[in-house]
Nanobody
Framework: QVQLVESGGGLVQPGGSLRLSCAAS????????VGWYRQAPGKQRELVAL???????NYADSVKGRFTISRDNAKNTVYLQMNSLKPEDTAVYYC?????????WGQGTQVTVSS
């Protein structure tokens, strides 16, 4: 069983930055794509950013140019650097990895962007 633990959320003013971390209990990130998702109150969970095992990245249009996903395989950790934050970025952020036949999620970390 793989455990994912997110951290780094908090309250930040508009225009500020946060870096989220997702730590895995094993070296699973070496082999599979990892996604960061978010879910705002009353809205569906949406994919924010994805990084493949080879290091390719994809972003939702709403965060392109502001967010950067990266990975440190030696630390079994994936990061989400979030810059120029907006109130509409407020949500619970989750990391996810899907080996064949499996679907692992962390517990989420709250990001609140407000003045």
């Amino acid at each position: 069983q793989v455990q994912l633990v997110e951290s780094g959320g908090g309250l930040v003013q508009p225009g500020g930055s946060l870096r989220l971390s997702c730590a895995a209990s094993g070296s699973i990130f070496n082999f599979y794509a990892v996604g960061w998702y978010r879910q705002a109150p009353g809205k569906q969970r949406e994919l924010v950013a994805l990084i493949t095992s080879g290091g390719s990245t994809n972003y939702a249009d709403s965060v392109k140019g502001r967010f950067t996903i990266s990975r440190d395989n030696a630390k079994n950790t994936v990061y989400l650097q979030m810059n120029s934050l907006k109130p509409e970025d407020t949500a619970v952020y989750y990391c996810n990895v899907r080996p064949p036949g499996r679907d692992y999620w962390g517990q989420g970390t709250q990001v609140t962007v407000s003045s």
